[in-house]
């Protein structure tokens, strides 16, 4: 006998998990059905376990045109909701909705713009669908994690688009924090910025880029936590 209402079956917000792919002992992508709304490369959407109670916000990690809808989870110790989201298995239920957010990157912008991606951790999720959805977009990724086997699916990134920044190993492209790799750099003047992931990194980075020259308005955030 099914737990399930009869018209639970036919809610257009349940997606079925298809595939969990792990990328470390703690971040996992879960691959859903392909999305049966309209998003802009860079959105997120919200993500509930059926039967569950609580959603958490999560970065669309697939491309707009890809054939899943996939996104990109971190367990959090101690957290709430990503513990119960590890346990789920292939054939389980999520509920999404969305899209969501301004974070997003609009056909005409990815066409003529010249990017620069700075990602802490699994903030590299919407730069991921970014480059899946527009694979001609002109842009340079830094990605900083802890260690370098937090690169996420770095091969999909062209090696000389992708700078990997590593604080606890020395297996990156630079040992240390991403901020020590920005100061470093330079950046041609009508460079667009688009940060992601937890605030610290982006409170920092955007001094660095304000220090640097770079307008607020060329500079566009979306926080994790
Ligand atoms: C717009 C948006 C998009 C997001 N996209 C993603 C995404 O693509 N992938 C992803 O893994 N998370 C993403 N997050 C974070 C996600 O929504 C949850 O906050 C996270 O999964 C933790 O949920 P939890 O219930 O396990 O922890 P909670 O019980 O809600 O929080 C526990 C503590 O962990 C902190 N925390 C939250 N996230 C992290 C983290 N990644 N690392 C360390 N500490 C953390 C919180 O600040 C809090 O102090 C996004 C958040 C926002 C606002």
Do not use: W
């Not at 099914?2 to 470390?24: A, C, W």
């Not at 045109?65 to 789920?88: A, S, W």
């Not at 940060?195 to 920092?204: A, Q, R, T």
Request: hydrophobic share 35%; with cysteine.
């Amino acid at each position: 006998m099914s737990l399930m209402k009869p018209d639970m079956k036919m809610d257009e917000s349940f997606y079925k998990i298809e595939e969990i792919r792990h990328l470390t002992g703690e971040t996992f992508s879960l691959k859903l059905p392909k999305a049966r709304f309209a998003f802009q490369a860079g959105q997120h959407i919200s993500l509930g376990i059926v039967g569950g109670n609580q959603s958490r916000e999560y970065s669309i990690y697939s491309g707009v045109n890809d054939d899943h809808l996939e996104v990109l989870i971190k367990e959090v110790e101690q957290g709430y909701f990503t513990p119960r989201l590890r346990k789920l298995r292939p054939g389980n239920m999520v509920e999404v909705h969305g899209p969501f957010g301004k974070f997003g990157m609009e056909p005409e912008h990815a066409a003529t713009g010249k990017f620069v991606f700075i990602a802490s951790g699994t903030g590299i999720a919407p730069f991921r669908s970014i480059v899946h959805t527009f694979p001609e977009i002109d842009y340079q990724l830094i990605h900083g994690v802890r260690y370098s086997k937090e690169a996420y699916d770095r091969n999909e990134y062209a090696s000389d688009r992708y700078t990997l920044c590593t604080s606890r190993d020395k297996n990156g492209d630079y040992h240390g924090r991403l901020t020590g790799y920005l100061k470093s750099c330079n950046f041609a003047p009508d460079t667009q910025f688009d940060l992601c992931g937890n605030s610290e990194m982006i409170f920092d980075a955007l001094e660095i880029l304000k220090r640097k020259g770079f307008d607020r308005d060329q500079i566009h955030c979306e926080v994790y936590f």
